[in-house]
């Protein structure tokens, strides 16, 4: 079963930088799509970042040039570094993974764990920026 849980969020002021971890357990990312999302209450989830299991990488339009998606993979974990934050970027942020078996290539990944029931998700950790 995997499992994820995610850390490092907190307040940062606008124009500044944060990094987001997860800590993974219970699949090896060899068979993971792996990502970031965010989402507020009553708001639609956003993909933000994905990385498919041969380490290429997608972005939101929104964070292009300013987010990074990494994994080290001798430590289980997976993190986005965040640069040029906006007060727009706040969010609470999860990361997520979903088999290789269930997403054709990395935009259907990204799609399907933009919606709900797919993939597992961490439990989010908040990111405020203020301007």
């Known amino acids: 079963q995997a499992q994820l849980m995610e850390s490092g969020g907190g307040s940062v002021q606008s124009g500044g930088s944060l990094i987001v971890s997860c800590d993974v357990s219970g699949y090896t990312y060899s068979e993971y799509y792996q990502g970031w999302f965010r989402q507020s209450p009553g708001t639609e989830r956003e993909g933000v970042a994905v990385?498919?299991?041969?380490?290429?990488?997608m972005y939101a339009d929104s964070v292009k040039g300013r987010f990074t998606i990494s994994r080290d993979n001798s430590k289980n974990a997976l993190y986005l570094q965040m640069n040029s934050l906006k007060p727009e970027d706040t969010d609470m942020y999860y990361c997520a993974a979903i088999h290789r078996a269930i997403a054709m290539n990395i935009r259907q990944a990204l799609a399907l764990m933009s919606r709900e029931g797919f993939g597992n998700w961490g439990q989010g950790t908040q990111v405020t920026v203020s301007s």
């Open positions: 990385m498919d299991p041969d380490g290429s990488t």
